[in-house]
C-alpha cells in the first residue's frame, strides 16, 4: 500500500552545483502524522520541503501525496515559514481571507467564508487581534495569523520550515503548545523542519535525521513513543522524553558532526 505522502528516491542538484544537495532521500508519512526533519545547517532540509511545497523540482525521483505526483505548488500543500509572509497592508483577518478566497473558500457562501475564517483565527486564538495589521502585533502572534492561514486553506499536509526559530523562548514554548493542540485536533498531516532537539521530540511522531550535505540522505528515523497530549513539564524527566532526546544529539553531534571549518 502506499503511504499517504510518499517521497521516493528523491534527487536534486542545482545549476551550477558539482554534486546533488539531496541524493535517494526516501521517506514514507501516514495520514495525521506529525515528522519533523532535523540535520545540520545547509544539508538541505528546506530544499526538500521546497520539493514536497512543489516550489522546485525534483533532478530525480518524485513526492505522491494521496495517490496525486506532485509537480508544482497547490493548496493541499499550506507552506508556514520562519519569518511571516503576512502582506502588511492587511489586517490579520483579511490576511487569512486572502487564502480563503482562493482556496476552500471557493464554493462557500460568503457568510460561510467568514464563519470559517473566523473559526481559523480563533483555532490560534487570536479573535481578538483580527482588525490589526502585522506591524501592529508580535512575532509570535504574526506565525499564529500564519498558521491560521495555512488551516485555512484546508491542506493535506501543512509544509512548517522552522515556524518558531525566531522566536524568544516562551513564545516558542506556548506556540508548540498550541500546535499540539491543534493537531490533536484538526489530525493534521505535518512535516515540520527545525534545529530544536526538544521541540523535535515533543510534538513529533517520527523524527527524520539527514546526514551533512552535500549528497545529504535520511541517516536514521526515531520514533518518539510517547502518549499524547503531551505535557513539556512531566516530559522533561521522563525517560521515554530523554532517551529520543539523546538518541538525536548522539546522531549530531557525535555520528555526523559538522567539521569546524564549515560550522566557522
Ligand atoms: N536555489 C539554489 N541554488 C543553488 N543552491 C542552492 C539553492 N537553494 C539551496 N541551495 C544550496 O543547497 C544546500 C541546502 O540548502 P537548504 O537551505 O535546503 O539547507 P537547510 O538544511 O535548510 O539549511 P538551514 O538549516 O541553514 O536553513 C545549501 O548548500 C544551499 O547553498
Not at 75 to 103: G, I, M
Amino acid at each position: 500500500m502506499t503511504a499517504f505522502l510518499d517521497i521516493s528516491n528523491l534527487s536534486i542538484q542545482f545549476p551550477r552545483s558539482p554534486v546533488p544537495v539531496l541524493r535517494d532521500v526516501t521517506l514514507r508519512i501516514n495520514r495525521g502524522e506529525y515528522v519533523s526533519i532535523i540535520g545540520h545547517s545547509g544539508c538541505g532540509k528546506s530544499t526538500l520541503l521546497n520539493i514536497v511545497a512543489g516550489l522546485l523540482p525534483a533532478s530525480a525521483g518524485g513526492v505522491v501525496l494521496d495517490g496525486r505526483e506532485i509537480d508544482g505548488p497547490g493548496p493541499d500543500r499550506a507552506v508556514v515559514f520562519q519569518n511571516h509572509s503576512l502582506l502588511p497592508w492587511l489586517t490579520c483577518y483579511e490576511n487569512v481571507k486572502l487564502a480563503v478566497d482562493r482556496t476552500a473558500g471557493r464554493g462557500m457562501s460568503r457568510a460561510e467564508r467568514h464563519d470559517w475564517i473566523e473559526h481559523n483565527l480563533a483555532l490560534v486564538r487570536m479573535t481578538h487581534a483580527r482588525d490589526k495589521r502585522p506591524g501592529e502585533i508580535s512575532g509570535g502572534m504574526k506565525q499564529r495569523i500564519g498558521i491560521a492561514r495555512a488551516l485555512s486553506m484546508k491542506p493535506k499536509v501543512l509544509l512548517l520550515d522552522e515556524p518558531f526559530g525566531a522566536l524568544d523562548a516562551l513564545t516558542r514554548a506556548h506556540l508548540q503548545d498550541q500546535v499540539m493542540a491543534i493537531h490533536a485536533e484538526l489530525g493534521t498531516t505535518v512535516i515540520m523542519i527545525t534545529h530544536d532537539v526538544d521541540e523535535a521530540v515533543l510534538l513529533s511522531d517520527r523524527i527524520v535525521m539527514l546526514t551533512n550535505g552535500p549528497n545529504a540522505q535520511v541517516g536514521e528515523v526515531l520514533a518518539v513513543d510517547l502518549p499524547r497530549p503531551r505535557d513539556r513539564i512531566a516530559l522533561a524527566s521522563d525517560p521515554r522524553f530523554t532517551g529520543p532526546r539523546a538518541a538525536v544529539l548522539e546522531f549530531l553531534h557525535h555520528r555526523h558532526s559538522l567539521p569546524a571549518e564549515k560550522v566557522a
